[in-house]
């Protein structure tokens, strides 16, 4: 398949490292400032050595990738809400032009799910996005091959961030702040960890997963959200004390949609630790799934992506 790369951040990266491995042709990439187009397929090795070099991926325009040749176009640009600008914009220049999109951004799938299925009824072009929740977890494909309506309930750890630095809290008895630092040191939290931190990223994935599941349309304003910036580390030790741990937990379920802190046994399939992530799904007729794996970083996320370009190949 001849796919377009539009974000050159660590996934889009690992995408254009992974596509001929996987049997793909990238044929354009485009970053933040610049793009480059090769009917004929791409250099990985060239352009990924260029934007480590000279801080972008050649001598053309995003709009000049957007209109070339391409199968396939992966939208991994960082995630934006409230109307999921520039993302959206790129995938309805996808699906008008009858491209299949496979997104890792999350915007358009948790803020504009109506106006995305909207477009790809319209499109020859089909819309996956099993990299926007849970790196290479197979969450979607799990749901789609148990069917939606039989699942009742999905709840998990879908943060890597939050969940690290609640292990550091709990494993060393530290302060929230203390953890965050080390956690900001090795490269697991942003300078600014406030999509992390406060629930925003886990949000985001539960108002996707809610869409995939309801017939209510959901967008981030619709989750109740709460993070884990005033968990003390003493919450956490009165916790152990009572066999228990704390977790930063997303929930879709019959009474609505929320991301917040909850006590959960510490032996428990949810007490996972570190940058793990886990995924339980409720089921009507084979009980509770669980799926556990690393939710984040730039080949996991782009081995989601292969899965779905996969599957757009069947």
Do not use: W
């Not at 942003?190 to 886990?202: Q, S, Y």
């Not at 046994?265 to 556990?292: F, P």
């Amino acid at each position: 398949m001849r796919i377009a790369v539009v974000g050159a951040g660590a996934v889009g990266q690992a995408v254009v490292e992974l596509a001929e491995p996987y049997g793909h042709t990238v044929t354009a990439v485009a970053d933040s400032s610049a793009g480059v187009v090769d009917a004929d397929g791409l250099d990985a090795e060239a352009v990924l050595d260029r934007k480590r070099t000279e801080g972008t991926v050649g001598p053309q325009t995003l709009d000049a990738v957007l209109d070339s040749e391409y199968d396939a176009l992966v939208e991994a640009t960082p995630t934006t809400v409230g109307d999921a600008q520039p993302a959206f914009e790129h995938v309805r220049t996808a699906l008008g032009r009858d491209r299949d999109v496979v997104l890792a951004n999350k915007g358009p799938v948790a803020q504009r799910y109506d106006d995305v299925r909207g477009m790809e009824r319209d499109s020859d072009g089909a819309v996956r996005f099993e990299a926007t929740v849970g790196g290479a977890i197979p969450v979607f494909s799990t749901i789609e091959d148990i069917g939606a309506e039989n699942v009742t309930a999905v709840r998990g750890v879908l943060n890597g961030t939050a969940n690290f630095i609640l292990s550091r809290m709990t494993a060393e008895g530290v302060a929230y702040e203390h953890a965050l630092a080390e956690a900001q040191d090795i490269g697991v939290a942003e300078a600014d960890p406030t999509f992390d931190v406060d629930g925003t990223d886990a949000a985001l994935k539960c108002a996707i997963l809610a869409n995939v599941l309801t017939d209510t349309t959901y967008t981030l304003d619709a989750v109740e959200m709460m993070g884990i910036r005033d968990i003390p580390a003493s919450a956490l030790e009165l916790a152990q004390q009572g066999g228990s741990t704390i977790r930063l937990i997303g929930e879709v379920d019959e009474s609505g949609v929320r991301v917040r802190p909850r006590l959960v046994d510490e032996h428990g399939t949810l007490a996972v630790s570190g940058t793990q992530n886990i995924v339980q799904v409720e089921t009507t007729h084979a009980g509770r799934v669980n799926i556990s794996g690393r939710g984040a970083g730039g080949h996991e996320t782009a081995t989601a992506i292969m899965s779905d370009l996969r599957q757009l190949e069947y």
